[in-house]
């Protein structure tokens, strides 16, 4: 009996042990994430035990499972089951820092350093950090490799910040201002963003820089900026929260731009001046408002959301209707765009793993570092934003044809044909 064995079987072989490497590989990764994810919470809520309600039962307590989540990584595809937080404290919420709500994927190199040195990692910790999540493979990316790829990225953030955009034309654009763990040298420690949708409705960073609290100036500083580098006009909407400076630079330096304030923010800031228990029933009125399929039905439940809530939490209504005029503009742009310009969203889920929620570490970060690693941290998201839906309607938006409850009216029908 012969002992050879073709080359070709024997690939055959090292493909299948290899497969099978891969597969247990794959497997051990899912299991550790899983135990992590669990671990995670169990630390949480065993850390708020203390915390307890007129009855003396817990306020912080797990509360099951998410449903199955896959997420991609260098090992394949992990699905874990992410244990839910039950948080009935007024105004806390538990977010995993290992597995955000927004993350699909594990992070390339390029955007886990910028989100580590955003969390508040020195250059010097960074060896160790990196070595921990990537393992041995890690081992080469000592301080002096970091430090270059930072100078990198600062010079591609300059270069950046003096493009041309006499081509460009947005019709919607998100800002928002964003807080980070990381010290400055000083306390002006706010970040603005603005991000707009171009005419073929991708969507794309448009402009970052440091600003003092959101200020007036800083937001005017931006846009004098962005005029100067060859930006004739502004969009048509504009979404934001209720920051002062950034609406009134606006309505100076782009004053035909209308206004829609964020319905995500509004949401939280209402909420949080109405007791816990009564916040899931307004939470649910709320919803009724901008989901509703007129601005008519819009209007009418915000009216009975005043009627139910007025006397008993004034300044839960008050702020309501402080903003009553931007709420409800998105009504008369393209029902296709409503799920995009109701809320600043595409800034949130792009930095939500980096964002500022509680405290600053003790390190001292350059501003010239933390605009770059925010700036390479959102060029890296870009690469997976999507199109805004409807975005072949946008050409009608721009001509200023009208649209009523996010139908083109008859009349603007009849003209085009």
């Known amino acids: 009996m012969s002992n050879y064995t073709s080359s070709s079987g024997k690939n055959t072989i090292v493909e299948d042990n290899r497969s099978e490497l891969d597969e247990i590989v794959r497997r051990g990764a899912q299991q550790m994430l ?21 009855n003396g039962e817990r306020l912080v307590t797990r509360n099951g499972r998410k449903e199955e989540r896959s997420i991609l990584s260098g090992a394949g ?10 948080d009935r404290r007024n105004g806390s919420h538990f ?40 393992g041995a493979d890690a081992a080469g990316l000592s301080a002096n490799t970091v430090t270059r790829l930072k100078e990198q990225w600062e010079n591609e953030h300059q270069e950046w910040m003096i493009r041309d955009l006499s081509d460009r034309r947005y019709v919607y654009w998100w800002a928002d201002g964003i807080h980070f763990n990381v010290r400055l040298e000083d306390e002006r420690t706010c970040m ?10 991708r969507k794309e960073l448009i402009g970052l820089i440091d600003g003092y609290r959101e200020s007036k100036l800083s937001w005017q500083d931006m846009f004098r900026d ?11 909407l504009a979404v934001g ?45 709320i919803h009724d408002m901008y989901r509703a399929a007129t601005k008519k039905e819009a209007l009418k439940a915000y009216d009975e959301f005043i009627a139910l809530y007025e006397a008993k939490y004034p300044k839960a209504c008050h702020c309501l209707a402080e903003d009553k005029e931007v709420l409800f503009q998105f009504y008369d742009f393209p029902a296709e765009h409503w799920q995009h310009i109701r809320t600043t969203n595409p800034i949130e889920s792009t930095f939500a793993t980096v964002r500022h929620r509680s405290r600053r570490t003790k390190g001292c970060g350059t501003r010239t570092a933390t605009l770059a690693m925010t700036y390479k941290l959102a060029k890296e ?27 083109e009216t008859e009349k603007e029908q009849e003209k085009a044909a």
């Open 95 to 134: 977010t995993s820092s290992i597995l955000p709500p927004y993350m699909r994927r594990t992070p390339s190199l390029d955007n886990l350093i910028p989100a580590l040195y955003l969390k508040g990692v020195s250059t010097g910790q960074f060896p160790e950090a990196l070595e921990s999540i990537l």
């Open 77 to 86: 595809k992990l699905d874990v089951k992410q244990p839910r937080v039950n």
């Open 241 to 285: 929260d209720g920051a002062l400076g950034f609406w009134a630079a606006l309505r100076e330096e782009f004053g035909n731009t209308r206004e829609q304030r964020c319905w995500v923010h509004k949401t939280s800031n209402i909420l949080d001046k109405m007791p816990k228990g009564v916040q899931p029933r307004a939470k649910q009125r």
């Open 192 to 201: 603005l963003v603005l991000m707009g949708t171009l005419e073929d409705g």
């Open 34 to 54: 899983q135990a992590a994810l669990e671990a995670e919470v169990e630390e949480y809520v065993e850390k708020c035990k203390n915390n307890l309600d007129n």
């Open 226 to 236: 962005l005029k100067a580098r060859g930006l004739k006009d502004g969009p048509e």
């Open 381 to 407: 998201a870009q690469q997976h934003w999507r199109r805004i839906n409807g975005y072949r309607l946008i050409h009608k938006v721009i001509k200023g044809i009208r649209f009523v409850d996010g139908v």
